[in-house]
């Protein structure tokens, strides 16, 4: 994967995650809003990444959670995010992943969706 600068995915249908916002503003993350149009595309390429065309013919599945992906973010950096996002407030619910090279050439609405099985399996103690 090619370089990028820090940036955030930002889906919020209902608004939920608000307070996110001001949260990348202050941190000086760059943020791009995902909507319905664009929960099809790559995640990879929402990002500004080359990745290969997602796959066609397969139903597109509206998120209906809040999801945050954070692309560039070394670690340290991104723990510091995650603390100041929860310190002002925004809900724990809201989903949160983070790009890699694994998961660049996956649809955005099929890593909601995994996001949303790794979370039932969790709830259930591992099985989904």
Same mark, same amino acid.
């Given at each position: 994967?090619?370089?990028?600068?820090?940036?955030?995915?930002?889906?919020?249908?209902?608004g939920l995650a608000a307070k !996110?916002?001001?949260?990348?503003?202050q941190q000086r993350i760059r943020i791009k809003t995902v909507?319905?149009?664009?929960?099809?595309?790559?995640?990879?390429?929402?990002?500004?990444?080359?990745?290969?065309?997602?796959?066609?013919?397969?139903?597109?599945?509206?998120?209906?959670?809040?999801?945050?992906?954070?692309?560039?973010? $070394?670690?340290?950096?991104?723990?510091?995010?995650?603390?100041?996002?929860?310190?002002?407030?925004?809900?724990?619910?809201?989903?949160?992943?983070?790009?890699?090279?694994?998961?660049? !050439?996956? $649809?955005?609405? !099929?890593?909601? !969706?995994?996001?949303?099985?790794?979370?039932?399996?969790?709830?259930?103690?591992? $099985?989904?």
């Amino acid at each position: 994967m090619s370089a990028y600068k820090e940036l955030v995915l930002y889906y919020d249908p209902a608004g939920l995650a608000a307070k !996110a916002k001001w949260v990348f503003t202050q941190q000086r993350i760059r943020i791009k809003t995902v909507t319905p149009e664009l929960v099809s595309e790559t995640v990879g390429a929402l990002a500004g990444l080359t990745v290969p065309e997602p796959e066609t013919g397969t139903a597109v599945q509206m998120p209906a959670e809040p999801v945050l992906i954070f692309c560039g973010l $070394r670690s340290s950096r991104l723990d510091a995010v995650l603390a100041a996002l929860q310190k002002a407030g925004v809900p724990r619910s809201v989903y949160k992943a983070v790009l890699t090279e694994s998961n660049a !050439a996956w $649809r955005f609405d !099929a890593l909601c !969706a995994e996001l949303a099985r790794e979370r039932a399996a969790l709830r259930s103690g591992g $099985r989904a």
